[in-house]
């Protein structure tokens, strides 16, 4: 088993001041579409697996080490509501968590000064009040399009849902890709479309979620993930959220690499989002170490790394809870909403 990463090497949130996830590089511009890069991504799946299954294992983080890192993927969550019964009242309880996600008093004792998740997520009719609810934060409101989560509804009608988002104030687009052209190998199609979408999004950063789970294979997921960053993907998502199968290491091992792979050649840094099914702490820590072995240190700022989530801060809280008391709260005192 690795050791724990030294005080030095943990990537602590600093204190004394607000933290707040100012995006800080260059838009991708994307590039044009190379099938020969495209076309030679492969993915061993067997080693893949293998590699993913022995994350877990090989991570010991213990007290003030396990809290800092949980401190840092609360700083990386999209906290998500996006339910049909949400309401306006639900989305500002939302966002006044999203301001104020740890007690103060928690926080205080953990040296730690005030922090804020990455963003709040949420269906186009909940952008008003999200943007209203965090004016003034720097917090950015995300928005879900492009007929989420199917992303069945006619192509022109995506590209309005996109403008009028951005319109009523989202800062960054999860747009979902048509899977089809990926399980049809057409490529050229899956890139048109996600550079109409890049155009659509203006000055909002854009998020492709490849909705993996629907994909079938591995080496789709390495392909679907370059072709979406040279069409001009800030970032790539692993899923919805509303598919049978949502994040996975093995999934998430693909995407990176593909990542990493794009950075080399092309210099350009692009995010990543798991979403779906990451409800633990013991998983935030995991994703972040596989972040921070693939890409490095940078890749564990909130505008290169985000989770998708709902329910996995009201875990970080009880982890950070048991830390400083010794005692493990109810669930029902770290509500998010």
Same mark, same amino acid.
């Given at each position: 088993m690795a050791q724990p990463l030294a005080p030095s090497q943990t990537p602590l949130v600093s204190t004394g001041q607000t933290h707040l996830p100012q995006v800080t590089l260059p838009r991708n511009p994307g590039m044009p579409l190379d099938l020969n890069w495209v076309l030679s991504a492969r993915a061993n799946t067997s080693a893949i697996e293998r590699r993913a299954a022995s994350l877990p294992a090989r991570r010991s983080l213990k007290k003030a080490h396990q809290a800092a890192w949980l401190l840092r993927a609360i700083t990386c969550i999209d906290l998500t509501t996006l339910s049909g019964d949400d309401t306006a009242r639900r989305v500002e309880r939302l966002c006044a968590k999203a301001r104020q996600p740890v007690a103060p008093a928690l926080l205080k004792a953990l040296g730690m000064g005030p922090i804020t998740t990455g963003a709040v997520c949420v269906y186009h009719e909940m952008i008003a009040p999200a943007v209203a609810a965090l004016a003034g934060t720097g917090i950015p409101v995300a928005a879900v399009s492009t007929g989420f989560p199917a992303g069945l509804s006619p192509f022109e009608l995506r590209l309005k849902e996109i403008e009028m988002s951005v319109a009523a104030g989202a800062s960054e687009i999860d747009i979902v890709i048509s899977r089809r052209h990926v399980l049809s190998g057409d490529w050229q199609a899956l890139y048109d479309e996600m550079r109409a979408m890049r155009e659509a999004c203006g000055d909002a950063h854009v998020k492709a979620i490849l909705a993996?789970?629907? #994909?079938? !294979? #591995?080496?789709? /997921?390495?392909?679907?993930?370059? /072709?979406?960053?040279?069409?001009?993907?800030?970032?790539?998502? !692993?899923?919805t959220g509303k598919e049978g199968v949502n994040a996975t290491l093995p999934v998430s091992l693909v995407m990176i690499r593909a990542i990493r792979d794009y950075f080399e050649r092309t210099g350009v840094r692009i995010g990543y989002k798991p979403a779906g099914g990451i409800s633990k702490a013991k998983d935030a820590i995991t994703y972040l170490a596989l972040m921070k072995e693939e890409l490095g240190d940078r890749w564990l700022q909130p505008d290169l790394f985000r989770f998708g989530a709902s329910s996995l801060l009201n875990d970080i809280e009880r982890q950070l809870d048991h830390h400083v008391t010794g005692n493990y709260s109810a669930g029902y005192r770290h509500a998010t909403s």
């Open positions: 993996t789970g629907e #994909l079938g !294979t #591995l080496r789709n /997921v390495a392909r679907a993930s370059l /072709v979406c960053m040279m069409a001009g993907a800030d970032f790539i998502k !692993t899923s």
